[in-house]
């Protein structure tokens, strides 16, 4: 069974920073990608950003340039570093971890972690 635990949430002011981390409970290798999702308050979740196995990054039109997701193999860990982060950054955000079976598409979740940001 699949883990993913995330943490690093909190509440910023606007223009601050935060790092979010998500800690796979086996390695990482495993999964084709990894990534971060958001819900705020009446909307649906939306993708954040990902990063695939061999390293492709790719953002929401709505954080690039601001937010960056990394992974550390050795850590079994992905983060996601957001600078300048604005208040229509606030939400949920949710770990996302995808595995291929028997050539199903298997996603695994995070419990969510929130983030404020407000003066």
């Known amino acids: 069974q699949v883990q993913l635990v995330e943490s690093g949430g909190g509440l910023v002011q606007p223009g601050g920073s935060l790092r979010l981390s998500c800690a796979a409970s086996g390695s990482i290798f495993s999964f084709i990608a990894m990534g971060w999702y958001r819900q705020a308050p009446g909307k649906e979740r939306e993708l954040v950003a990902t990063i695939t196995s061999g390293g492709r990054e790719m953002y929401a039109d709505s954080v690039k340039g601001r937010f960056t997701i990394s992974s550390d193999n050795a850590k079994n860990t992905v983060y996601l570093q957001m600078n300048s982060l604005k208040p229509e950054d606030t939400a949920v955000y949710y770990c996302?971890?995808?595995?291929?079976?028997?050539?199903?598409?298997?996603?695994?979740w995070g419990q969510g972690t929130q983030v404020t940001v407000s003066s």
């Open positions: 996302n971890a995808r595995r291929v079976i028997f050539g199903t598409i298997r996603d695994y």
